[in-house]
């Protein structure tokens, strides 16, 4: 129901003006991108403190980012989560991770960047990470412009080096009475995570 999840989300970010924050939206399946979005941009025009994760597997991604980035509209670029057919995402992993670097490219460029307009990157891919920070050099980007976030018990040590380094770090947690079927969905995308998440908890 659009009308009732634009309702619900107007509650949220009228709650984080008033608590000078600002709100992150999901993405799901590609069946749902374009209500998502809309929501966002109507959200955006309203409040003004509104982003978006955006999905570098999706071959519309980088047409979404060129419409959004004049609104303003915050980005959040992850690789994605779920299983979508060719037509509409890069079944290969190495396609994948380009093209994440190819939007980063694209979030991080000076030309047209709205001041308001916020570039995240969503990833524990430290190799990826490494490369973005690379590429920010060579713009003349200090690391304290980068911002990444990861999820909460996830890569803690790279999270540790990169605040270090002077890059912002936000960490997700779910949170109320839902986290624990959120976490386990988020584990569940990706079963190679358990063995992350395991491994991470004694990393240093
Ligand atoms: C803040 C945030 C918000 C997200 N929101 C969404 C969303 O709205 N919609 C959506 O579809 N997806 C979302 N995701 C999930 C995302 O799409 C990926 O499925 C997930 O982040 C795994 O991809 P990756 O980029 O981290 O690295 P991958 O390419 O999967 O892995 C690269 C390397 O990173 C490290 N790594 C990866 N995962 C882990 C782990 N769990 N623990 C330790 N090391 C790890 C490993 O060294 C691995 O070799 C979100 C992810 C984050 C971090």
Known sequence: DAGRCHQN????????????????ID????????????IVRRLQAEFGNVGVCLQAYLHRTMDDL???????????LVKGAYSEP??????????VDENFFQ????????????????????????????RIRAHCKTIGLADSALEVHMLY?????????????G?????????????????MRRLAERPANVGFVIRSMFAR
């Not at 993405?27 to 809309?38: F, G, R």
């Not at 004049?70 to 959040?76: F, H, N």
């Not at 890059?167 to 976490?183: E, N, Q, S």
């Open 9 to 24: 989300l107007r509650a949220l970010a009228e709650r984080a003006r008033q608590l000078n924050s600002y709100l992150w």
């Open 27 to 38: 993405m799901e399946q590609t069946a749902y991108v374009d209500a998502t979005l809309e």
């Open 66 to 76: 060129v419409a959004l980035r004049p609104l303003g509209v915050g980005v959040r």
């Open 86 to 95: 060719p037509a509409l995402a890069f079944p290969r992993k190495a396609d």
């Open 103 to 130: 939007i980063a490219v694209a979030m991080l460029a000076p030309q047209g960047r709205p001041a308001a307009f916020r570039a995240v990157f969503g990833t524990h891919d430290a190799l990826l990470i490494a």
């Open 153 to 165: 018990g996830i890569q803690r040590a790279e999270q540790l080096r990169l605040v270090q380094a």
């Open 167 to 183: 890059v912002r770090v936000c960490v997700l947690i779910a949170y109320g009475a839902f986290w624990f079927p959120w976490y």
